[in-house]
């Protein structure tokens, strides 16, 4: 029996459409989209916090979608073929096998969980 493949794209669609809410949902003044084009979607958390600017983004690979996430110049990465992006309200969440692997969001300091690096 073959194993089941895993999405290796991440519609662009859905990602920014989640950006874009986040933009009002958030607690930051600074939350905006910064780059959507054929390459790339980049989207800043905030970036007027004690722990510096937040960043996600979404790479288009050629074979594989990769999610970024960068905070104080420090990366942390997850190709799309091994983990699943579930999006909540003001959370994106990054899973392996239906366990949470990292999250980053929008909200309250205490909601918005521990950004991944």
Known sequence: MEAQQRPRRLDTDEFVNWCEEQ?????????RVIVNNDEMAKF???EDSDRGAEDITLIKGKNT???RFERNGNTRQFHLHRRDIDFGEKTLMVKSDGMEVCRAGTGTRNKRGPFPV
């Open 44 to 46: 800043r958390i905030r």
């Open 23 to 31: 933009i009002d949902n958030s607690q930051s003044t600074t939350a």
């Open 65 to 67: 979608d990769t999610i």
